[in-house]
């Protein structure tokens, strides 16, 4: 499969990483970001309007973080690792941190995804329970009715709590956090800073805090359930596959590209506006496949990968549309939150 696709850049004389069409997009989508800031700060409106121009912040800011910010934190925004370290501080904008991204996600999940006991992702308990392997508790019964308001406060709890924990105690998960530079120490906590500036208290300066509370909270409400959702279908569907871990041992059964192929899916590949939007999630499995060749590529490599697939005997978890994706996700969480029955042990 890497062969067939290397010898697709080759044959068509591209680079691996971004091109025109990425740039144009990461200028639009930051233009758009900057206007609609400027504009709820600035421009006097009824609350209506406020809370949809808040709505629209925070879808785009969703899309900044699929489309400009994931691939530079991958590595596969531009050939220059300046640029992308650059453009990978989006998420330092967003309210992220680059730093420990890059480990949460380059590393950790994108070597034990949906690995019980190792991918971050997926480690939700007892709120959520992702898996089969993971305990179930009473309220799980209902996690298909409530998990929408957990997406919907994903982003918020990301910035203010999330990061810290994964800080403070050096550690996502179970994997240890790699050590941090002084410059990285002063990254985190700046852009922490800074994030309170012009997200809390220029606003509030400009708008009063009542106004504030609620475009920050339907920002954040449209960011964090937009983000999260993506994710989710991207892996937690019925269509993919767990694993799970134990004690000392990291090894899973199968070899790494094969992981990757089983754990992953689909979505929508064929609709053009989501493709946009979500920098090419919706190709998960060429993402986890090859996740330094930018989103941009991924549809034209998905045939080769399919075809690969097929050839090898392997799934190619395609679901047509978001709609059936949604379906997948939450026909899957509801079967999870059923209480598991007994096996029987023989004697």
């Known amino acids: 499969m890497k062969t067939a696709v290397d010898a697709y850049f080759t044959e068509n004389n591209l680079k691996k990483t971004g091109n025109t069409q990425l740039y144009v997009k990461a200028a639009v989508l930051l233009t758009v970001a900057t206007g609609l800031y400027l504009t709820l700060l600035l421009v006097s409106m009824p609350v209506w309007a406020g809370i949809l121009g808040s709505a629209l912040l925070g879808l785009t800011l969703a899309c900044i973080g699929f489309n400009v910010m994931h691939d530079a934190c991958h590595g596969s925004f531009s050939t220059n690792n300046k640029v992308n370290d650059a453009f990978g501080l989006t998420l330092n ?14 590393i950790v999940h994108h070597t034990y995804t949906n690995v019980d006991g190792m991918d971050d992702d997926i480690a939700k308990s007892p709120v959520m329970r992702h898996c089969h ?11 298909h009715i409530y998990i929408p308001l957990v997406y919907a406060i994903s982003s918020v709890a990301w910035v203010f709590i999330f ?16 050590s941090m530079k002084f410059s ?3 990254t985190f906590w700046g852009s922490k800073l800074l994030y309170i500036i012009f997200y809390v208290c220029i606003p509030v300066y400009f708008v009063g805090w009542g106004s504030w509370a609620i475009g920050f909270v339907t920002m954040h409400i449209v960011l964090g359930f937009t983000l999260a959702i993506v994710f989710q279908l991207a892996h937690v569907v019925e269509e993919t596959t ?27 590949k064929d609709v053009k506006v989501i493709s ?5 999630l919706n190709y998960q499995i060429e993402h986890h496949l090859f996740p330094r060749i930018s989103h941009v590529h991924y549809p034209a490599i998905s045939n080769i990968v399919a075809q690969k697939c097929k050839e ?14 949604i379906v997948s996700h939450f026909r899957f969480i509801r079967a999870l939150g059923m209480k598991p029955v007994p096996v029987p042990v023989s004697n």
């Not at 904008?93 to 380059?106: E, R, T």
């Not at 090898?312 to 994706?325: D, H, K, Q, S």
Request: glycine letters at 6%; proline letters at 4%.
């Open 93 to 106: 904008a967003l309210g992220g941190n680059a730093f420990i991204w890059k480990q949460k996600h380059n």
């Open 133 to 143: 392997t993971q305990k179930w508790v009473p309220m799980h019964r209902i996690q």
């Open 242 to 268: 767990f694993e799970t871990v134990s004690g000392e041992s990291t090894q899973i059964e199968n070899e790494w590209a094969i992981h990757q192929i089983k754990t992953t899916a689909n979505f929508s």
């Open 184 to 186: 990285d120490h002063l």
């Open 276 to 280: 946009w939007m979500v920098g090419g």
């Open 163 to 178: 990061d810290f924990i994964k800080y403070l105690s050096s550690k996502v998960y179970t994997t240890p956090l790699q």
């Open 312 to 325: 090898f005997g392997l799934p190619y978890n395609n679901l047509p549309t978001m709609r059936n994706a």
